[in-house]
């Protein structure tokens, strides 16, 4: 009886051969492989299909359209509550029929990390002190919301936003903005 043990273990699966270790790696390693495959496709066309950030705009006509760098007083909705308000922002990149700004504010934001000081007596000649810009999020505003421009970011401050952000002109080549 003690001589089957061990040939019974083998068969009802508690000891695994050797085959099926081979098996089941060959198994994992094409799962792997698909997946890698899968992720590639996804982000290819997830690339594809979303314009990119150009240096330059694509025709003359967007040059006269306010340009990242430049700061301007817009129309912005409150995060907390309904409701608008006049305030300076930062353009990061232009669109086609707006652009994506970063907030800009004169309360002092020194305690939060992505709120960095910015320059304001350069494009607001009323300002005693200087102001905060917001790193974190930006904010899509159509042109309509643009209320006037004020001046541009100094070069010290622009080059800590293009760490942080993609800068530039979106569109998609010989697309609907390429006119």
Same mark, same amino acid.
């Given at each position: 009886?003690?001589?089957?043990?061990?040939?019974?273990?083998?068969?009802?699966?508690?000891?695994?051969?050797?085959?099926?270790?081979?098996?089941?790696?060959? &198994? $994992?390693?094409?799962?792997?492989?698909?997946?890698? @495959?899968?992720? !590639?496709?996804?982000?290819?066309? !997830?690339?594809?299909?979303?314009?990119?950030?150009?240096?330059?705009?694509?025709?003359?006509? =967007?040059?006269?359209?306010?340009?990242?760098?430049?700061?301007?007083?817009?129309?912005? @909705? $409150?995060? *907390?509550?309904?409701? =608008?308000? *006049? /305030?300076?922002?930062? &353009?990061?990149?232009?669109?086609?029929?707006?652009?994506?700004?970063?907030?800009?504010?004169?309360?002092?934001?020194?305690? /939060?990390?992505?709120?960095?000081?910015?320059?304001? !007596?350069?494009?607001?000649?009323?300002? /005693?002190?200087?102001?905060?810009?917001?790193?974190?999020?930006?904010? $899509?505003?159509?042109? @309509?919301?643009?209320? /006037?421009?004020?001046?541009?970011? *100094?070069?010290?401050?622009?080059? @800590?936003?293009?760490?942080?952000?993609?800068?530039?002109?979106?569109?998609?080549?010989?697309?609907?903005?390429?006119?």
């Amino acid at each position: 009886m003690m001589g089957t043990l061990p040939y019974a273990m083998a068969i009802s699966g508690t000891a695994p051969s050797a085959l099926t270790m081979i098996l089941g790696l060959i &198994v $994992f390693v094409g799962g792997l492989a698909l997946l890698t @495959q899968l992720i !590639r496709y996804i982000a290819e066309r !997830r690339a594809a299909t979303r314009p990119a950030v150009h240096l330059e705009p694509p025709n003359a006509s =967007w040059r006269s359209r306010v340009h990242p760098g430049q700061i301007c007083w817009a129309s912005l @909705q $409150f995060a *907390d509550r309904p409701g =608008w308000k *006049d /305030r300076p922002c930062l &353009v990061i990149r232009t669109h086609e029929q707006g652009v994506e700004v970063l907030k800009i504010t004169s309360k002092n934001k020194s305690h /939060r990390y992505e709120c960095i000081q910015i320059p304001t !007596r350069s494009w607001d000649k009323r300002a /005693r002190e200087d102001s905060w810009l917001d790193l974190g999020e930006s904010y $899509f505003i159509w042109d @309509q919301a643009i209320r /006037r421009v004020a001046g541009s970011c *100094d070069a010290a401050t622009w080059h @800590q936003v293009m760490r942080r952000h993609r800068t530039g002109y979106v569109y998609i080549a010989n697309g609907a903005g390429d006119k």
